[in-house]
């Protein structure tokens, strides 16, 4: 039934766009009550098909694409399945679900958040989680949050000796949230774009070469100059 609506649809569209494909397609408007209904829409439909059999393939899918398109999108014009609005407070952060378990990219951006941010406010830990997801998108980089975070000397904690082991239940229990959310589409919106941070305690040497985007509890934040 799915498959015949969208082609019934796209019949429709393509009315506004052949023009003259469907001038041969009438219906009856007789009054006698013995006219089968049935048999004006198998009629119409046959039209239809004949009509639609002289047009590219190709082109019925962009149409029929078009309208399922169209279909998956509420009223607000808000994709279907948008990430809630971001409060950055510790009582909205509470009331999202617990993620005990993702996978191997939840993993990794949870983990980094745990070692690099938790100290932080919520705010500043989505900020850092921003910086990953933002280097993902960026030529030059990994194109996982796994590749991005295990790249060497980029993040601290990887490569400071220590073992990766979690002592704070709660603490990481708030950094998956945070990845949760993120890898759910949640908006970046604190670092403008950022690729680095830094905490104000240290200098390195490209922070005089990278625009400064954001300053967010103990972190500085910068966006590396080209690409996209």
């Known amino acids: 039934m799915r498959l015949l609506y ?26 006698d009550p013995s006219a089968s209904l049935s048999g004006q829409l198998s009629a119409l439909l046959g039209s239809e098909k004949n009509a639609l ?26 994709p279907v399945g948008a990430p809630p609005t971001l409060r950055y407070d510790e009582s909205w952060l509470a009331s999202q679900p617990v993620t005990s378990k993702g996978s191997d990219e939840w993993k990794c951006l949870a983990t980094a958040l745990y070692f690099e941010a938790r100290g932080e406010s919520i705010q500043g830990q989505f900020a850092v989680a921003e910086v990953i997801m933002n280097r993902v998108d960026r030529p030059g980089y990994p194109g996982s949050i796994c590749g991005v975070v295990n790249q060497g000397g980029q993040f601290s904690y990887m490569f400071d000796g ?13 950094a998956g949230k945070i990845a949760a959310l993120m890898l759910a589409g949640a908006p970046r919106q604190l670092t403008q774009g950022a690729t680095h941070f830094h905490t104000r305690a240290v200098r390195p040497g490209w922070a005089h070469r990278f625009p400064r985007t954001a300053a967010i509890g103990a972190h500085l934040f910068y966006r590396q100059p080209g690409g996209s």
């Open 53 to 78: 059999g002289t047009v590219p393939a190709h082109r019925l899918e962009q149409v029929a694409a078009a309208v399922v398109r169209r279909e998956k999108r509420p009223a607000s014009g808000e």
């Open 6 to 31: 969208v082609w019934m649809r796209s019949a429709v569209a393509l009315t506004l766009l052949s023009g003259a494909a469907f001038a041969d397609v009438t219906v009856s408007q007789s009054n």
């Open 162 to 174: 220590k073992p990766e082991t979690i002592h704070e239940k709660a603490a990481f229990q708030r």
